[in-house]
């Protein structure tokens, strides 16, 4: 995308995420050109990885694929806003990220591959946890300022659960990490590591 096209997404994508913006959705006209446009980058993304070879290409493409994911969900989310579609285009960002990660880390062997796949997948749950996290609290406000006590409260607990899971998500994450990096050890030294991961992470 040119540095205009991405700025004007960005700034339609400010106004739709604001607390105050109105739920608008785009003329059908630029919606159509936004998503033409997406189309024409990822062909072009796509394009430029024919001349790379071996995991550059696979890494390449992996980029190409998730930018034009996480740009027609962010476009869905500016003609749609709302709280769900605020999460499905971050959603789509951790997991275009994820794809991406995950291939860098085929340049690796052994357990340090493992572990920087352990770390990309702790990465896109972290990010998901937390959009999902928000997604609640967004609609758990939308509740509050329409609905009767009892239905505001319920919705604000929906919303310390969301967050409460979250943190659960990634301390899991966290700890499926520090466990693979334990792997390089043996015998006392290993059970060390884990002993200390437990602690770190509940």
Known sequence: MNKLNISMIALALSLAFSAGAMAQSLSKSDYKAAKSKIAADYKSDKAACVSLSG??????????????????AELDASDKPSPKSRYQASVAKAEGAYAVAKERCDDMAGNAKDVCVKEAKAAAISAKADAKAKMKTADANATASEKSSDARNQAKNQAADARKDASADKLDAGYAVEKQKCDIYAGGAKDYCLDRAKVRFG
């Open 55 to 72: 995991n550059a290409k696979d890494i390449c493409a992996a980029e190409a694929k998730g930018k034009e994911k996480t740009a027609k």
